[in-house]
């Protein structure tokens, strides 16, 4: 579904923050992203999204080639939450809510989609009416989440979904994830809570700086990878398969 061919990705003229990254996301699978800071993992997100240009290389998704004419992020259904949630603080909460859908035409489906994101993050139902910049953290990547939910993705692309959040928020976050993926959505997660992240995803790419992959594959395959242990820290271990 998702292929990122050998990309490169300049900030001005001095910083190389991204030198020849590929990566695959199959229709189906959840894929994770993980590194270190400054490792160029979200750089390669805003590329995938067509926020960053790539300098070289190429990335598509479904044989349109991100950055052509003919290629839109609404258009071809992929969803991005930053890590910086992009929540407009001047709306209430369903107000934030209804933009994901704003694109749609089908809107009694849409009314349908919304009571299936208030089931699955209660908390928005109950703030329905307050003002999307007096929600925690945690509720504000939520209702982000919940937003990006609203296109009906065929990509789901979320950076950083729990950095700086709570425990219990972050296990709220990763069930919401694998609940995603036990539905069949596909996901392309950066996530510096590298441990989560290999337990919930199918494959992963162990990113470093400067933006380069050092290891690939499933938490068993990554584990027989020295360097890559040696980079993480610890031995991944392969996620139970049922």
Request: hydrophobic residues 45%; aromatic residues 4%.
């Amino acid at each position: 579904m998702l292929s990122v061919d050998d990309i490169h990705v300049h900030y001005g003229a001095s910083v190389h923050a991204v030198q020849g990254l590929s990566l695959q996301v199959g229709e189906g699978e959840l894929v994770s992203v993980i590194g270190q800071n400054g490792a160029g993992k979200s750089t390669v997100l805003k590329a995938v999204m067509g926020v960053v240009p790539t300098a070289s290389g190429r990335i598509t998704f479904d044989g349109v080639e991100v950055g052509a004419s003919g290629f839109s992020s609404v258009k071809q259904r992929m969803s991005y939450v930053p890590e910086s949630r992009g929540i407009f603080a001047g709306l209430t909460v369903g107000e934030n809510l209804r933009l994901g859908a704003i694109v749609r035409k089908d809107r009694k489906l849409v009314e349908a989609d919304i009571e299936r994101e208030l089931e699955r993050f209660p908390v928005l139902r109950r703030y329905w009416d307050r003002g999307a910049s007096l929600l925690s953290g945690g509720e504000q990547q939520q209702l982000a989440i919940a937003r990006a939910l609203m296109l009906r993705p065929r990509l789901l692309v979320l950076d950083e979904p729990t950095l700086g959040l709570a425990p219990i928020v972050v296990d709220l976050i990763f069930d919401v994830v694998e609940q995603l993926r036990a539905e069949g959505m596909t996901i392309l997660l950066v996530e510096q809570n590298a441990v989560r992240a290999l337990e919930v995803a199918d494959r992963s790419y162990v990113v470093q700086a400067p933006g380069r992959v050092l290891g690939e594959g499933t938490a068993t395959e990554l584990a027989a990878q020295p360097d890559v242990v040696d980079h993480l820290g610890f031995t991944p271990e392969g996620r139970v398969q049922p």
